[in-house]
């Protein structure tokens, strides 16, 4: 099955506009809340969207390594914490769940979270993604 990867240029790049902006935990609009997921990981600079697994996955990337990945009929968009420590915090406080198939470092995020909360989480993966990438690459990315 072939790859689909999808630059999102800058122009494209929305401010955060979506419905669901100042909606409270528990709203019940999934597909909407997956709407405003990809719309967080759209704005992030060089942003890259694909579908590697085929079947309907959000899985967004930063010079070829994600940062957050929804599931084809997932309710989470899972996403890299800092530590392993950090996600351990978060699944014992209720914020998150372990993130399957990934690093202990990842969580899952319910789509339903508060929206405040999945942009902090998603712009935390894409930074500790994009800092960790080779400074070569770094350099070809468009700017913070």
Known sequence: MMQRVVAVPAFMRPALTHCL?????????????????????????GAEWSDPWGGGHDCWKIGGKTFAVTGAVGTHVSVKTDST???EFLIETGV??????????????P?????????????HSYRLVRGALPKKVQAALPPL
């Open 21 to 45: 902006a100042y909606a409270k935990r528990g709203c019940k609009t999934w597909s909407m809340s997956r709407e405003l997921v990809n719309e967080i990981c759209a704005a992030q600079p």
């Open 111 to 123: 789509l339903d979270s508060a929206p405040d909360e999945l942009a902090h989480r998603i712009r």
């Open 85 to 87: 420590e950090m996600a």
């Open 96 to 109: 998150a769940e372990r993130a399957a198939y990934l690093h202990r470092s990842w969580v899952a995020l």
